[in-house]
């Protein structure tokens, strides 16, 4: 279907980070090191926001967004979502920039007071859009990996795998030439790739000594070894598999998008999860786009955004979704890539219906999945349920929980269940009050019974 046979209605945007300092992580567990964005990374980010402006905001575009105000932003069409956890204010700063170039400064940003005076916002108009940040503490929706023991487990057998033994053993000549470009460390192996990688790529960017001493091949070699070590660690083969956690605690939110999108009544227009690099091998590998377009599998690049169109057909029916991808500010314009093994685009229900059965829509359900009674409010779901279960016992009445308990909402909870007040409370989850009162069916409903997935399947 090309441009002219359908309409924009909305769009779901995935878009990583822009280029930062170097960014340690745990090869064993992931547990990172925070790291600091760069002016590269901000100008990368504005780049590319004002690239999807002018594909989805221009009204000259055949994509143009239908019904979206392209001047003033309005915080009814717009979610945003950033990932506030390992990298910390790196995601938060890349989308804020790219915000920048998406809705820039207009002068008409501005209020009359009732003395007549007309204030404009500061910086010629600079627009403050809301961002949700997504804290590793309390919210699992775009950090799935973190604290979860089936998936460093996962993580462990990839590393003794014949696939990955073979590589390093038909590498051993880059690792054994390595250390001297690598500052002297020691932890020069395959299974450390990604950390090799990020220390010669930032240093490559950003050090013009190290630049020129790297032979040429050497950072582009580096690089396919890092995209393969991370394809293994963030990829399962089974839909259902550990490796796919970070796009599976992903997909209620962006069930939620779809369905205010495509719902007529709702005013969202964009959905945008600023993430890392590594939920973008989840996404092609669970949707199939790797099957079809095998390049997908390769590192990211800074400032890569997916971008979910969907789309209303001239000649009506179901709303259509179309997988477009544009690697970075390298890359001049969007390519759209096939998935689902079909061609072309797919119905919003039949990327919903294969997908739901995996997603995990609630902390509780991660809990679960993660093995988990300790972190990132499991602790406190599990003191909640000892609670319930003791009240069972008494014969008292005690609602069941149902999905994750968070901030001081859960602590009161818990601390009341301790003081033996038993009450009959409401399931909360992750999500801030904004989106409740936009959306009737908000984000905290993956605490309950999928209903975001339903209403986009009625």
Known sequence: MSNTD????????????????????????????????????????????????????NESSPSFIKGINNTIADPNQITVVADAAGEGGVIMNSAEALLQ????????????????????????????????????????????GTSCAPFDTATAE????????????????????????????SDVNL?????????????YIHNATFQSKLPPTMLAQARTLAAFHEYGVFTSPQLDGIGNIGFRT?????????????????PLKIYYNAIAYKSFFTLFRMTGAVDQSPQ?????????????????????????????????????????????????????????????????????????VCSNTEDRGCGAIAAAASQAAIADRVHQRISPVGAGFLGAGLTLFVALCILGALFSLRVLTAGKGKR????????????????SLEKVNA
């Open 436 to 451: 409740q009162s936009r959306h009737s069916q908000t984000r905290s409903s993956r605490s309950s019974d999928s209903n």
């Open 191 to 203: 299974e450390n790739m990604w950390n090799i990688f990020d220390y010669m790529n930032v240093n």
């Open 250 to 266: 992903m997909l209620p939110g962006i069930f939620e998008g779809l369905s205010s999108i495509t719902n007529s009544s709702d």
């Open 101 to 144: 170039g998406l809705f820039p400064p207009d002068s008409d940003y501005s209020t009359t007071l009732a003395n007549g005076t007309t204030i404009e916002a500061p910086l010629g108009g600079y627009q403050y859009i809301e961002i949700e940040s997504a804290l590793a503490e309390n919210d699992v929706s775009l950090e799935g």
């Open 296 to 368: 997908l599998t390769g590192l990211v690049n800074y400032a890569a955004s997916v971008a979910i169109e969907v789309r209303q057909p001239s000649s009506g029916g179901e709303p259509v979704l179309r997988l477009q991808f544009k690697n970075g500010t390298q890359d001049d314009a969007q390519t759209t890539f096939n998935w689902f093994n079909t061609t072309g685009d797919i119905p919003v229900s039949a990327f919903t219906n294969f997908l739901a059965p995996v997603a995990i829509n609630s902390t509780a359900d991660w809990c679960k």
């Open 6 to 57: 359908s309409t924009v209605l909305g769009v779901i945007f995935l878009i990583r980070h822009g280029d930062c300092q170097g960014f340690y992580q745990d090869p064993t567990n992931y547990n990172p090191a925070n790291t600091v964005i760069t002016p590269l990374g901000l100008r990368e980010e504005f780049i590319t926001g004002d690239y999807l402006r002018n594909i989805y905001l």
């Open 158 to 185: 990839f590393y003794q795998s014949a696939a990955f033994n073979q590589t390093a053993q038909e590498n051993s000549d880059f690792f054994n030439n390595l250390p001297q470009y690598l500052d002297g460390r």
